[in-house]
Structures are given as structure tokens and as C-alpha cells.
């Protein structure tokens, strides 16, 4: 039988499809990226959504793990245009006394500022923001491995297995206390889980090491560079083309989806062994965002000091609250206040403007599949820490669990995750198996968040599973 000419197809071009294309291009074999929609991207895409001028990221909008990634931070990718951008405060957690937990790129002065937790703030971080490569390195792949770097990685994994309101208890005061739990409710999961609470310092670790920057011109610049790149190593990417079965691909020694497990449990059919496609069936989704892009002139009126230079504003206010309103979530019920997470990348990246008016990017966590509008609900939590909000915006665009999904298809019930991450799917995700990317379909992988390391813009779970087929291929 004559081989194919392709080496390799990828469906999908979000960061880890992109970044598996790029990974069998630097490898020299032939690759093909097929994108249903319109515009590459996937989640890192930018849109004029509100008023013409003002520009919002589509999904993604702050990077410190696109940063952070041991692949993207490999690649030429400034060369394609890619620049990252920093605004002077990196999260700022206000409260509803007027103050706010403040982290920045500088430990001390993070420490700093927390008062009588500054110290306690320096020995959680400061040994690992000081090691990030090399947790990074260990921890953005499959959780069960033997580690690069087993002293710092073991330091890092003992602490990072405890809930995060037990972490949190080293901390006395409110600010400490609020920040460290908003960050660790990244994980979509309830902070009395296991394990969230090394979610929460991973990505503070990331802020004291590098930042969580912004892309110059949005994030959709992040998958132009990593096109240009990949086109520059003779990479193919063709758009709007929709891949419903194996038989819509064409000939190809390897095939990559950067899709959901359940779209390619539909895609591969009978061909998936029963047992892969039983775990692809029982794959859980984690609670969805409520998205709200709005145009808002002259900014948004904070009233503590350090929100408005601040590019990431986390909405929940004490540890207790949002402890009870991410359990709430995660439940199925809708809080009357859902945690909110808000993004100013404009303070670093004025080209997104139009004149005083300033593209202003937020979601709520709210259930899987809610039906509701949330609208009302993102905006009251706004105006609870900058009162008069409402009148300054101007535009707003609007989209629920189900409008996310129906413009990817990898946000089950909204959620932008990629797969629940409790503590069994963080271990074993997407299904338990020594090489968690293969289907059990010779040459077939899955590369996107529903793998290790998970949801996020590092391009990891790309990176790993071409790995393992560029190794077949080199085998076959």
C-alpha cells in the first residue's frame, strides 16, 4: 500500500492544535491544520464586539501561563509578531471596605503591601516563583511522571494537593486571605477540594516570576505568530473546514484533534475501542463563564487605589463568600453574586480603544448550561466595588454557556476549561492510561485541554501529544 504524502493532520487551531502543528513542523514533517471556523485561534481571538474601534479578546485575555509555557516560551514567536505587554499591577482584589489585595510582579513589593502577611506571603511564593521553569516543567504535562526536578516539584506538589481554604489559613487578614482564594478559584472547583490550592500558587508563583501579561493588539496575535511560524516551516492551515467523521480528513500517517473528548468520541465512531470511548462518554464538564464584553468611556470608576491600573480585577469579595458561591456553582444553583473575573488590557495596550472609550472584558462563573441571563448580575458585581459603572457604558455583547459552546465547540455547557478538574481528572484526564493523549486508534491523538496539563494558553497538551506522534511516526 502507498503511503500518504501528509505526515500529519490536526484538527483545530486553537493554541494546542497549533502548537501540536508546530511541533510536527519543527520535527520536519508535513502538517495540515484544519479550522472550522472563519479565523485560527480558537479561544485566543480578538473581535470588535461592542462599538467600532474598541477591540475585546474573543475568550482569552491574560497570559501567564502563554508566558510561562517551557513550549511557547521556546519559540521564535516575537519574530511573527507576538509582543507582550505588562500593566503596573498584575491583580488587584478589591473589597467592599475600600481596600484591595494587590499582587504585582515584585514579591517585595507584594509583600509589601499585605501588612501583617507580607512575610507569610513570602515563604507560600517566593521559593517557588523563584523555581517556576522548573515546576513548570514538571507540572504542565501528565501529573503522574517522574519529575525533572523532584526536590522543588515535591515541595511544590505537597502543598499544591491541599484544599485551598486550608492553604488559605496561613493567612490573618481579609486581603491575603480573598486574593489567594480568588486566584485559586481558577480551577473551577470548590476551594474545600484537594488541590485547588495548587492551582492558586502555580499561577501566583507565574506573576512573581514573569507576570501575567497581556498580547499586544489582543490575543488573537498569539495564534497569528504561531500561524506565521507555522506557515514559515511549511505548515498548511486551511479555514471553514468541518471535520464530522475520519472519513472527512484526508490521508494522512498521523491525526491530532484539538477538539472536546465527547467531538471526537462523535467524529471517530465505531473506530474507537470501546473502552476509549466509554471513558470519552463519562468525561465531566466543570461549571460554564457568563461572558460580558462592554465598552465603557473613560473606564471603569473603581474605588480603591489600585484597580485602576490594575490588568486582571478579581469580583468575589472575602475568602467566605466565595468559598460559599463557587460550592453554590459548582452545585448547579446560581448566587445571587457569582465570583467575577475582569480584565483591563487596555491600560497596557491603548490601541484596543477608541478615543475614552476602553474595551472592558469580564465572566462569571456560573452552572454548566445555565439558561439564564447573567448580564444584571456581572454588572451589580461591578458596581459593588465602583459605583456609577452603569453609566459609563456605552456597548456591551453578551455570551452565555450556550452561545460560548455554539462558537467553540470544545466550551461544553460553557465551559471554557476544557473538563471538570477535581481531583480524579486532574489525575487521570481525559481517561486512565500510561500515554493519556492516544485514543487506542493507531496514530490518533487528542491534543486539547481535555488532556494534561488542562485549560489554559500554553499549548502543552499540543506540545505533549505531538510528542508521542512524532515518535510513532518516527517508529512506523
Excluded at 510582579?105 to 516563583?129: I, K, N, P, Y
Excluded at 470548590?190 to 499561577?203: D, E, I, Q, R
Excluded at 475520519?246 to 473506530?271: C, E, K, M, N, Y
Amino acid at each position: 500500500m502507498t503511503k500518504p504524502d501528509l505526515d500529519a493532520v490536526v484538527v483545530g487551531s486553537g493554541p494546542n492544535g497549533l502548537a501540536a502543528a508546530l511541533t510536527l513542523a519543527q520535527a520536519g514533517r508535513s502538517v495540515l491544520v484544519l479550522e472550522s471556523a472563519d479565523t485560527v485561534g480558537g479561544g485566543a481571538r480578538s473581535a470588535e464586539l461592542t462599538v467600532p474601534g474598541v477591540r475585546h479578546d474573543v475568550c482569552s485575555a491574560v497570559h501567564p501561563f502563554g508566558f510561562g509555557s517551557p513550549y511557547l516560551s521556546s519559540l521564535p514567536l516575537a519574530e511573527h509578531g507576538l509582543e507582550w505587554r505588562w500593566t503596573e499591577v498584575d491583580l488587584s482584589h478589591p473589597l467592599d471596605d475600600g481596600t484591595a489585595g494587590v499582587l504585582r510582579r515584585s514579591l517585595d513589593e507584594t509583600v509589601a503591601g499585605l501588612g501583617a502577611d507580607g512575610e507569610a506571603w513570602r515563604r507560600s511564593f517566593g521559593g517557588f516563583s523563584e523555581h517556576f521553569s522548573a515546576i513548570a516543567e514538571d507540572f504542565f504535562g501528565p501529573i503522574l511522571h517522574v519529575p525533572s526536578h523532584p526536590v522543588i516539584t515535591g515541595k511544590f506538589g505537597l502543598r499544591a494537593m491541599l484544599p485551598a481554604t486550608r492553604f488559605a489559613s496561613r493567612f490573618s487578614t481579609d486581603r491575603a486571605r480573598a486574593m489567594f482564594a480568588s486566584v485559586a478559584v481558577h480551577s473551577y472547583t470548590p476551594l474545600s477540594f484537594p488541590s485547588t490550592a495548587g492551582v492558586g500558587a502555580l499561577f501566583i508563583a507565574a506573576a512573581h516570576s514573569g507576570g501575567w501579561p497581556i498580547a499586544a493588539g489582543g490575543s488573537q496575535s498569539i495564534a497569528a505568530a504561531m500561524t506565521g511560524l507555522l506557515t514559515s516551516l511549511g505548515g498548511r492551515i486551511e479555514t471553514g473546514a468541518n471535520v464530522a467523521s475520519l472519513a472527512d480528513l484526508p490521508p494522512s500517517r498521523v491525526r491530532l484533534f484539538d477538539t472536546s473528548a465527547r467531538a471526537l468520541a462523535s467524529i471517530a465512531g465505531d473506530a474507537l475501542p470501546a473502552r476509549t470511548r466509554r471513558a470519552y462518554d463519562r468525561f465531566r464538564y466543570g461549571p460554564a463563564a457568563f461572558k460580558v464584553d462592554l465598552a465603557v468611556e473613560g473606564g471603569i470608576p473603581w474605588r480603591d487605589e489600585a484597580s485602576p491600573r490594575a490588568g486582571t480585577v478579581h469580583l468575589g469579595g472575602t475568602l467566605e463568600e466565595i468559598v460559599a458561591t463557587e460550592a453554590a456553582v459548582y452545585a448547579g444553583t446560581m448566587p445571587e453574586r457569582p465570583f467575577v473575573l475582569l480584565a483591563q488590557q487596555y491600560l497596557a495596550d491603548p490601541s484596543r480603544s477608541a478615543g475614552n472609550v476602553h474595551p472592558i472584558w469580564a465572566y462569571a462563573h456560573v452552572p454548566n448550561g445555565y439558561p439564564h441571563d447573567a448580564t444584571d448580575a456581572v454588572i451589580d458585581q461591578i458596581e459593588r466595588f465602583a459605583p456609577g459603572t452603569r453609566d459609563r457604558i456605552v456597548g456591551r455583547h453578551v455570551m452565555g454557556p450556550s452561545a460560548l459552546e455554539s462558537m467553540n465547540a470544545n466550551y461544553v455547557g460553557g465551559d471554557i476549561a476544557g473538563g471538570a478538574n477535581d481531583l480524579r481528572q486532574l489525575l487521570f484526564r481525559p481517561r486512565v492510561a500510561l500515554n493519556p493523549y492516544a485514543t487506542g486508534i493507531p496514530g490518533t491523538y487528542l491534543c486539547s485541554a481535555a488532556t494534561p496539563p488542562g485549560g489554559g494558553v500554553h499549548g502543552m497538551c499540543g506540545h505533549h501529544a505531538a510528542r508521542h506522534a512524532v515518535r510513532y511516526l518516527e517508529r512506523s
